[in-house]
């Protein structure tokens, strides 16, 4: 089954207008946060342009296109990226030579790139001669989740459909459906900041333990002033969980000074936590330290250049804890 979710359904009626319309453009592209189901929704569009038996403008589920999606098995179907490696050249080229053969069932091929930003210079130049020069059976769907950094000649030949984060009441509903208690739903909408399908990988890989003990850890450091963490203080964590983890303590205690963290919304342990370390971090440089998770972030996940993790831990803890006379 395609699952499309209920904050999705602006997103939906556009796509059918289109169809109904018989008007579906040749390049489509969905922005937005990850965890929020882009992927599902790109394979909704390639399900439902793809039905013989579309029914209340959604696919009937039954034809024989609608199950060769349901079963996964799909020739007409082509997906590209979503792993966090970088989209060669060659994925590109080969991605190219599949899409002039003539669809197998229905009237369209389509092509999925997942991450569209995780192409290289060189494939990005491939795909834009691609859709400059589209074919009048093949139908691109381009997945964008910083689509800031999209070169201008690729959004100039797409049409965006931007998919805006689904409100805190309407993430708690959708986990609290999946048989979540409050108080989990809570903790974890929050930590993925509010993407549902985010959070529900968050809490089946228990990772609500793993934060507990990072804060643990990242307290005793700065109540010590422990500038350098040791080797056993972060062996636990991957590059980019530390750099989310660390983002979202910093960023509470921003909120914090600014009056607007919701206590009620956090266990009391985890509140009183933020208050210690507000009262011992300076606020000028948590914003600066900031500023350098999001480099660090963009370094070690857009650009998939990967960081030291010791050293770029100890020139944030740096940053955070030394102290002038």
């Known amino acids: 089954m395609t699952h499309i979710y209920s904050w999705q359904n602006k ?81 590109v080229r080969e991605m190219i030579n599949k899409i002039y053969y003539t669809p197998t069932s229905g009237n369209y091929r389509f092509v999925v790139i997942d991450c569209i930003e995780q192409l290289n210079s060189s494939s990005m130049n491939a795909l834009l001669k691609t859709l400059e020069e589209p074919s009048k059976h093949v139908i691109f769907i381009l997945i964008s989740y910083h689509r800031t950094l999209m070169p201008a000649t690729i959004k100039s030949r797409v049409k965006e459909i931007y998919f805006p984060t689904p409100p805190p009441s309407e993430v708690k509903k959708f986990l609290m459906e999946r048989g979540l208690t409050e108080n989990i739903v809570n903790i974890y909408s929050y930590i993925a900041k509010y993407r549902p399908l985010e959070a529900i990988e968050l809490y089946k890989d228990k990772k609500m333990e793993k934060f507990e003990q990072f804060i643990e850890m990242f307290l005793s450091a700065v109540v010590n002033n422990r500038q350098l963490l040791k080797s056993s203080d972060i062996k636990s964590y991957d590059t980019l969980e530390w750099l989310d983890f660390l983002e979202l303590i910093l960023s509470d205690i921003v909120r914090l000074h600014m009056h607007i963290l919701d206590s009620a919304s956090r266990n009391k342990k985890y509140f009183d936590t933020i208050s210690k370390l507000k009262s011992i971090l300076n606020i000028e440089k948590i914003l600066v330290s900031l500023g350098r998770i999001s480099e660090l972030y963009f370094t070690n996940k857009i650009l998939n250049i990967k960081s030291n993790k010791q050293i770029m831990i100890d020139d944030i803890t740096i940053r955070l804890l030394y102290k002038t006379n």
Not at 48 to 54: P, Q, R, Y
Not at 63 to 70: D, K, L, V
Not at 73 to 80: G, K, R, S, T, V
């Open 11 to 91: 997103q939906r009626q556009m796509i059918w207008n289109s169809i109904s319309a018989n008007y579906i453009p040749s390049a489509i592209l969905l922005s937005g946060e990850r965890g929020i189901g882009l992927t599902d929704f790109a394979i909704y569009i390639a399900k439902i342009v793809s039905c013989s038996k579309v029914k209340n403008s959604s696919p009937c589920d039954d034809c024989r296109e609608c199950n060769s999606f349901n079963s996964g098995i799909n020739h007409d179907l082509l997906l590209l990226g979503g792993d966090d490696e970088p989209i060669s050249i060659l994925d």
